[in-house]
């Protein structure tokens, strides 16, 4: 206890006198940021809502709560208020009323908000927690999701336990594939369904029966009696986890009707607004690590389908027809940039913009939100590596910034600029992308330490996007690099897929070439070489200190060190044994540890610190652990951070992602002669 209170008090004074002393970004600056997310705009383009989110200090929580701007960015009015979480923002079909999902009173619930009058009502009473409001296209009823507990009765019972006896607590017994899932702890048996609620308040009526799980998008048909969805309803779903096909659900006699048949995943349905296609995304599951996600368009009058995006070696993410269904808009990232597009039902896509930004929080992941309007004007989410997600709207080809959530958080702070760099792998000469952050001041005539920050997936990708994390070591003056090594997506499927069953493997050499690049510049101080990234980047920094000891020292955060373990306990095992390795761990023994950091460990001699959630079931803290003790066996300098009560998204909680980039700063120092 004394060792991790000590490490606690130099990280937090470490990076405090220096925040405090200047006027760069500093730790405390974290509950200052907000970000905008989830745009609804009127179909006449007048107003646009949005989900407005900041840091609240006291709870240490996320607080959001909906907002309106108008075109001009002249007005912003708020439509909620309060501590507490308003999200999921739905224009009811004649826009006179907007719908949302609140936790105002203690727990999740279904809100309608008349526009005219302001007036609120909570329309809803339940026990679970609400997802995916849709409403009816008479504006009647919403349609949702929500769990459904499901009876579940322990095969044994104690005999003889006296009247007021304190026995232990009883066994708790798991028969189920999927028993315990990250940021939701272990499992309670039973599964979500679609109900649908009068807008005006009353009893929720189940839809969807059966074991099996029904939630996301749903899209209604032209007579507004039936809708579709996506679901996994064949009767081995556990193991086969990216199987699903869109159904249509009958609200009449709530009969379900299978509407695709191919092996693999079709979601997002969309009917067109004249109801004569449905729109879908999905791919044909081979089994690898990744596909390109494909819009589908199905004639539903034929019966024909097509694939309408063939020619873009991109996936594709959100979808929404135009209001003449003639086409569909369509996001997608390419080189770490999310980008807008239109793609007729016929022809060659056009690009809108590649301005959609981020709305992640603490590390440079793509990513955004848009909406259209009839005539073709878009908001989306703006951001850029100097500020957080803003709202935007192209209009007549303009773009213009209608809000400005952080100037006063950000307005008066140097921050670090952000360039872009390519690279020619070592390896094999592949193309490779980076961005470098500069540290506020930076003097090209000066040495300075390097971080390198590696991003998780691994199939993911980090672009030039607004980062706490990275602007908080710039700040510290390092210089930090930030790559997309082989296996990151937005760069088309081969380079994704250069890492299936192989990884890692090459993607070291990636990194280490652009390492070797900033080097080359001249500015780096090479006795201050660090490196650190979490979740698949952790995977990556065990790799690196297990094959080179050019760094200084190294901080591996939520990582995996052995993949025989890791598939055996984390959450979602059927996916990882059987998409990112040629079979069963005991079928495979000599695969799994030859991509496995725990079998390098005897090369480490870099100065190697481990930051974990102690709640984390993607990559539970026993991978940790693991890598700790073999270190502390190894004699290797080394030590162990446990964020209590986080999982896998540590920084899901502010002071989490201020602890983390302390600890992670503070080793550095430490390994560095700056402590």
Do not use: C
């Not at 063939?310 to 929404?320: G, H, N, P, T």
């Not at 000066?446 to 990708?461: D, F, Q, R, S, T």
């Not at 090479?526 to 980047?537: H, Q, R």
């Not at 306990?569 to 030859?594: C, L, V």
Request: no cysteine; proline share 5%; aromatic share 12%.
């Amino acid at each position: 206890m004394k060792f991790k209170t000590s490490l606690a008090l130099l990280a937090a004074t470490s990076f405090y006198s220096h925040a405090g002393a200047s006027n760069t970004f500093g730790l405390e600056n974290v509950f200052d940021l907000e970000y905008a997310n989830q745009i609804e705009m009127t179909k006449n383009g007048d107003t646009i809502y949005f989900v407005r989110n900041r840091m609240d200090i006291k709870s240490d929580r996320k607080v959001s709560n909906i907002w309106s701007v108008n075109p001009d960015g002249k007005t912003m009015l708020p439509l909620t208020s309060g501590v507490h979480m308003d999200y999921s923002p739905v224009l009811s079909p004649d826009e006179t009323r907007l719908a949302f999902i609140s936790t105002r009173d203690g727990s999740s619930q279904i809100y309608v908000k008349w526009l005219k009058t302001g007036n609120v009502a909570k329309i809803s009473n339940l026990t679970q927690s609400p997802g995916g409001l849709t409403w009816t296209p008479d504006g009647k009823q919403l349609v949702f999701s929500q769990f459904v507990p499901a009876k579940s009765a322990s095969p044994v019972s104690l005999p003889g336990k006296p009247e007021g006896a304190k026995w232990a607590e009883p066994a708790k017994y798991i028969d189920d594939t999927y028993y315990r899932a990250d940021g939701g702890g272990y499992s309670e048996k039973g599964y979500r369904h679609f109900f649908i609620i009068s807008a005006t308040g009353g009893n929720a009526r189940q839809l969807s029966s059966g074991d099996f799980d029904h939630s996301g998008a749903i899209s209604f048909n032209e007579q507004g009696d039936a809708f579709y969805f996506s679901a996994n309803r064949y009767e081995d779903n556990e193991l086969h986890p990216t199987e699903s096909e869109i159904y249509k659900l009958s609200l009449a006699d709530r009969s379900i009707s299978q509407i695709t048949d191919r092996k693999g995943p079709d979601s997002s349905p969309k009917v067109s607004p004249n109801g004569r296609y449905l729109a879908y995304t999905g791919y044909d599951d081979k089994k690898t690590n990744y596909e390109n996600n494909d819009i589908y368009l199905l004639d539903l009058k034929s019966g024909k389908s097509s694939v309408l995006t063939a020619d873009l070696d991109r996936s594709v993410e959100s979808i929404k027809w135009d209001d003449s269904g003639q086409g569909l808009y369509f996001s997608y990232d390419s080189e770490g940039k999310t980008h807008l597009a239109y793609q007729p039902r016929s022809g060659k896509h056009k690009v809108i913009t590649s301005q959609i930004g981020s709305v992640a929080f603490g590390r440079p992941y793509s990513g955004g939100d848009f909406d259209v309007s009839e005539d073709g004007e878009v908001a989306f989410t703006l951001a850029d590596t100097q500020r957080p997600a803003d709202v935007a709207l192209i209009k007549r080809g303009k773009t213009a910034r209608l809000t400005q959530l952080n100037e006063d958080a950000l307005g008066d702070k140097e921050l670090a600029k952000v360039e872009e760099i390519w690279v020619k792998s070592s390896h094999d000469g592949l193309a490779i992308q980076g961005w470098i952050a500069y540290p506020p001041g930076f003097d090209k005539n000066k040495k300075y330490p390097l971080v390198l920050e590696i991003h998780g997936g691994p199939v993911a990708n980090y672009g030039p996007h607004f980062s706490p994390e990275v602007q908080l070591y710039a700040a510290k003056g390092n210089v930090v690099l930030y790559m997309n090594p082989r296996g990151s997506d937005s760069y088309g499927k081969e380079f994704a897929q250069t890492i299936h069953h192989n990884y890692p493997s090459n993607d070291f050499d990636d990194l280490m070439t652009g390492v070797d690049a900033v080097i080359n510049k001249g500015f780096i101080d090479e006795s201050k070489l660090f490196v650190t990234g979490g979740s698949g980047g952790g995977v990556l920094t065990a790799w690196i200190v297990g094959h080179t000891d050019r760094f200084a020292a190294a901080v591996v955060a939520k990582p995996v060190i052995n993949w025989i373990s890791f598939v055996l306990t984390a959450d979602f095992y059927p996916f990882f044994a059987d998409y990112w390795f040629p079979g069963k761990p005991w079928d495979n023994i000599e695969h799994y540890m030859k991509r496995s950091p725990i079998s390098y460990v005897g090369n480490v001699k870099t100065p190697t610190m481990l930051l974990t959630g102690e709640s984390d079931y993607r990559t539970p803290i026993s991978e940790t652990e693991q890598f700790y003790q073999a270190l502390k066996l190894q004699g290797v300098d080394t030590a162990m951070v446990r964020i209590p009560n986080a999982s896998h998204g540590i920084t899901a909680r502010p002071s989490n992602l201020m602890t983390k980039v302390a600890y992670i700063q503070w080793w550095f120092d430490k390994n560095s002669g700056n402590d």
